[in-house]
């Protein structure tokens, strides 16, 4: 509708498009045809502009963290005020626009408060709240997300699909995974699957191994191990997991996952038709029945002692060991089947108390805890008023016995 604003604010996380928008918004503002929301493709600006273009003298691209300073942006403001060479605008492209200095940042406010007709701003950065409030009030804010994994396998799929390269579902939702909905980082990690693969493609065991992902088999293994109580099959996993060279970090990060979809799958078992659930098909029957074989209860104290396991893992000198305690944890008794963890601690308590030897007298700190749990009144014993000092001591009125000398 010809109402193009004269400055932009493209803010998100990085590897989310936001220099890629401002090139394609670029395009549509100097196309021939345009102002257009479709670029024709076939006048000049457009092929200049094209993602393998050669690029446009009037689309000028900055990188704020290497021109951060008053000089750059001085130079900036006095070319600025020239008219395009052969484009509709001139166009600056402001990439980590948050690194420029308060100086540099000062020196643009007047040109972005009345800029000339034929110029347009626009500012990526990851972090809008450290630019210049002045110039951030003056732009139109756009804010960019993260791409869910959905979507992003969609579009690696097709990326595959174009280069001839086979690929599997499960290997492409590993890539997804791993770049936490950054597309910039998908296909980075993608290209160097890409690069490794052999005649077969990219493969699930390859993506496996070269992201560091733990096997699903490890996993079900854990799951199966908490379910029947095995502390001995639970115990084999990490031995599995430390003699196969695994990250001890990466495998809790892993299992804390899979323990969170769980808890999802419990409390809400069609999730995953809601797209809460990131798996393929032929996985969520399993994880279904894991989730139903531990129960909501336990899968929630379970994921508290993972997390809090993984934090204690940062740094740790003894993996292993760390990796071993946690193991354990997850094997005590916890709250499920309706009785409270405070309760069976009391039972473990009582058992403790009922074991002691019936000679036992002396009174102690266990059984004045199962008495208050009783809400009786602990059993104490009577003991004798210990004698005064002066019953025990010897007098200090009686004189020093006399020392016979030679003389006697």
């Known amino acids: 509708a010809n109402r193009a604003h004269h400055a932009y604010l ?18 549509s503002l100097n196309c021939e045809q345009g102002p257009t929301a479709e670029p024709c493709g076939v006048c000049r600006s457009c092929i200049e502009l094209a993602p393998s273009g050669p690029g446009s003298i009037d689309v000028i691209e ?85 791409v869910p994994s959905k979507l992003l396998v969609e579009n690696l799929s097709m990326i595959c699909e174009k280069e001839g390269v086979p690929a599997d579902a499960a290997a492409l939702a590993l890539v997804a995974r791993a770049s936490g909905g950054s597309v910039r980082d998908a296909q980075s990690i993608l290209g160097q699957l890409v690069g490794g693969a052999g005649a077969e493609g990219v493969t699930y065991s390859e993506a496996l191994t070269q992201l560091g992902f733990t096997n699903d088999a490890l996993l079900d293994a854990v799951i199966a191990a908490l379910a029947a109580g095995e502390g001995a099959r639970l115990f084999d996993v990490i031995d599995d997991v430390v003699s196969g060279g695994h990250d001890p970090r990466r495998f809790v990060t892993d299992l804390l996952e899979r323990l969170r979809d769980l808890v999802i799958l419990a409390a809400a078992p069609e999730a995953a038709e809601h797209g809460l659930i990131d798996a393929p098909s032929d996985r969520l029957e399993v994880l279904r029945l894991q989730a139903e074989s531990l129960g909501l209860p336990s899968l929630s104290r379970a994921a508290d002692i993972v997390s809090d396991g993984l934090t204690t893992l940062r740094g740790a000198t003894a993996p292993r060991l760390q990796l071993e305690l946690l193991a354990a944890r997850l094997l005590l008794p916890g709250g499920d089947a309706g009785v409270s963890t405070l309760a069976a601690r009391m039972d473990a308590v009582e058992r403790r108390v009922a074991s002691m030897p019936a000679h036992t007298t002396t009174v102690t700190r266990t059984t004045d805890v199962v008495a208050e749990a009783a809400n009786t009144r602990p059993t104490t014993t009577t003991t004798k008023t210990p004698r005064r000092l002066s019953e025990v001591a010897p007098t200090t009125d009686a004189k020093p016995p006399r020392i016979a000398d030679d003389a006697d």
């Open 62 to 146: 900055l990188d704020a963290a290497s021109n951060r300073g008053i000089d750059q942006a001085r130079e900036l403001r006095e070319k600025a005020v020239y008219a395009p060479a052969a484009s509709r605008f001139k166009i600056y492209i402001i990439d980590e626009a948050h690194q420029l200095t308060t100086e540099a940042a000062n020196a643009l406010l007047k040109l972005v408060e009345e800029p000339p007709e034929h110029l347009r701003f626009v500012f990526a950065t990851t972090e809008p709240d450290k630019l210049l409030g002045t110039i951030r009030s003056r732009t139109h804010h756009y804010p960019f997300r993260l």
């Open 10 to 27: 493209f803010s998100g996380p990085r590897g989310c498009g936001k220099p890629s928008s401002a090139r394609i918004l670029a395009r």
